[in-house]
């Protein structure tokens, strides 16, 4: 028995030697062939590997109490500690709920908008007026979060802004919108969409331009009106991309806008403005609490990857596309 | 005989009447949206030429009143802004310059076959699904040494993984594999073939990535935010934001003047700040609009490419 297992081991050891140097070899040579393109890609990998990976590493001071003195590594493992703080605190659901309902309300407004946008320019017959319009639906899109919200200020501004001198002309009272926590999502989720559903057409434009002329012509020769031409023609061609696009967004509901939120808040809108990463932000930069908002910010990103993958895994399923 | 007439009725089949109740409702719809959109934009930089007194009267509707340029004037003696927009200006183009050179040549890498393909594309796509998010990025960062540098300004966020894939697709779904072959054949290798043909046949490509990168620069705040103290090095919107949202929201002086009505005690400082508020919008902003209606078609070119699959 004995030297036949021998044998097998040394002819079994032989045989994965001869895998591993042709393997070698074989890599040898693609690197040989192709060293110039793992050089191209170099510096976008080690750029990725320090702004990205790098922090991953970092990840475990949510199972810690890092204390700066200690570093990383060096400060104290406390489990999950940070996690049950979390729950046990008065914030987490408000701050869960904040950040899932602005997004929920924010994609159901929202989404409406540049299908109807995008349907009713392809019916725009003049060509100049279609390209002006074309290109001031997308400018608001380059607006920086400060200017817009900047622009939130100084419109609603109670003494000097233009909603409220409409107000005041039509003998209503000055109201201070942007301070008033029940005008906080209507604000925010408004404000999106003078921002983005011109820009969110292109996608639906770029569906309609696609589709064959001839189906046009032949619906005109048997007498359909326009709207007939969209009901029949323009919507059956954008329902793959609308379900897609649908499916695709809601994998995004526990993500935070960070930046316009945080750039809303008043001392007003507390109670609705809290969201995640607007908490993330002040209790970990502002109060210095790393651990706490570490374990918080690494449950909300688990979810978040989740139910990305979990659309993405049904987007593949329906229509074989994906984000990836 | 008929042939002679046709040319001349162009629409044999006309609008019918529907048709042209339907055009006169989406007209009139097309109106009114490019009213909402453009009427804030216009009422900005009217306000930004207008006098502080007018603006605080509602005076203010459609076109400038009691014209003045203290605003700007204003902004050209506030040293912290100009050296922010010295500082944006140098961050948005050492930063874009990087980004559009270390993307093309890693797109190019990604384009073709190569041992190791597949594992190195999940190594840049994973990071657009998780993050080790901000905590610790910033402690990463701080060890780094990078906290407060104009390195970590330049460098930070140089590689976004969509505008990767956008140029992925697009090099190796619009310049054929022809042209590869023939090049090895004539002796080039990978530094060649990208440096002499890839590159010139890119400029859609590179003038998208300049534009996306361009613009997510100058209008991004939160890096500066949280990664610099020293204020010799804010950035624009930083700056910003201080001078329009934090003036506005920190003090309760705007709900003040609202409970007072007209606003008549307040200082002409403050008047004035709020004349500075409009110009700064303007002056941060034209940059960008004005590069946005230069190349629009990039900007559009970039959303279609991105929604191919690679």
């Known amino acids: 028995m004995q030297p036949v297992c021998g044998q097998i081991r040394r002819v079994n050891a032989r045989a994965a030697a001869a895998a591993l140097v042709s393997l070698c070899r074989r890599a040898g040579k693609a690197v040989r062939r192709d060293w110039q393109l793992y050089v191209l890609l170099f510096p976008a990998f080690a750029l990725v590997f320090i702004f990205s990976y790098l922090p991953m590493y970092g990840i475990q001071i949510a199972f810690r109490d890092f204390k700066a003195a200690f570093g990383i590594t060096g400060s104290q493992w406390v489990g999950l500690k940070n996690f049950t703080d979390f729950f046990e605190s008065f914030y987490s659901t408000r701050l869960l709920l904040n950040t899932l309902l602005l997004n929920v309300y924010g994609l159901l407004w929202s989404f409406p908008f540049p299908i109807v946008m995008a349907i009713l320019l392809n019916q725009i017959n003049r060509n100049r007026f279609k390209r002006f319009t074309q290109t001031a639906i997308y400018a608001p899109h380059f607006l920086s979060p400060v200017v817009l919200v900047g622009m939130l200020f100084l419109l609603l501004s109670p003494s000097s802004g233009l909603v409220n001198n409409l107000v005041k002309v039509f003998g209503g009272q000055a109201h201070d919108y942007m301070m008033d926590v029940t005008w906080f999502r209507t604000l925010f989720i408004g404000s999106g969409i003078w921002q983005s559903a011109g820009w969110n057409t292109i996608l639906y434009i770029a569906a309609l331009t696609a589709i064959d002329p001839g189906l046009y012509e032949a619906a005109t020769m048997d007498g359909a009106t326009k709207t007939q031409k969209i009901r029949y023609i323009d919507i059956p061609h954008l329902v793959p991309i609308i379900v897609m696009l649908l499916i695709l967004n809601s994998g995004a509901m526990m993500v935070s806008n960070t930046d316009k939120a945080l750039l809303m808040r008043t001392a007003g809108n507390i109670p609705k403005s809290d969201i995640i990463g607007v908490y993330v932000y002040m209790m970990g930069l502002g109060s210095g609490q790393f651990s706490y908002v570490a374990a918080i910010n690494l449950l909300v990103n688990v979810i978040n990857f989740i139910l990305i993958i979990s659309v993405n895994w049904i987007a593949r399923r329906l229509n074989n596309t994906s984000l990836f | ?310």
């Open chain 2, 1 to 310: 005989m008929a042939q002679k007439i046709l040319p001349k009725k162009k629409n044999i089949i006309g609008r019918t009447y529907k048709d042209r109740v339907f055009d006169a409702v989406n007209t009139a719809f097309w109106f009114a949206v490019l009213a909402l959109i453009l009427y804030p934009l216009w009422l900005v930089i009217v306000a930004s030429v207008s006098s502080a007194d007018a603006i605080f009267a509602g005076r203010v509707w459609l076109w400038p009143v009691d014209f003045s340029l203290i605003g700007y004037e204003a902004l050209f003696q506030h040293q912290m802004l100009l050296r922010s927009y010295l500082n944006s200006i140098i961050y948005t183009a050492a930063g874009t310059a990087l980004s559009v050179i270390v993307t093309m040549m890693a797109s190019y890498s990604l384009s073709r076959k190569f041992a190791g393909r597949r594992l190195f594309s999940l190594y840049f796509i994973f990071t657009m699904f998780f993050t080790g998010g901000l905590i610790p990025q910033f402690l990463m960062n701080q060890r780094l040494g990078l906290y407060n540098t104009v390195t970590l300004m330049i460098i930070i966020n140089s590689l976004s993984v969509w505008n990767l894939m956008i140029a992925r697709t697009y090099i190796s779904t619009s310049i054929p594999n022809e042209l590869y072959e023939a090049a090895v054949v004539d002796g080039a290798g990978h530094f060649t073939y990208f440096f002499r043909v890839i590159l010139p046949l890119s400029g859609t490509i590179i003038a998208v990535l300049c534009v996306y990168y361009g613009v997510a620069r100058w209008n991004d705040f939160f890096t500066g935010l949280v990664y610099l103290r020293d204020e010799s090095k804010f950035t624009l919107q930083m700056v910003l934001r201080q001078l329009i949202v934090t003036m506005s929201a920190g003090t309760a002086l705007d709900s003040l003047m609202g409970f007072f009505g007209d606003g008549q005690q307040i200082s002409d400082a403050i008047r004035k700040a709020e004349v500075v508020k409009y110009s700064s919008i303007v002056i941060s902003t034209a940059p960008v609009i004005v590069l946005y209606v230069q190349m629009q078609k990039f900007f559009v070119k970039g959303v279609t490419i991105g929604s191919l699959k690679g």
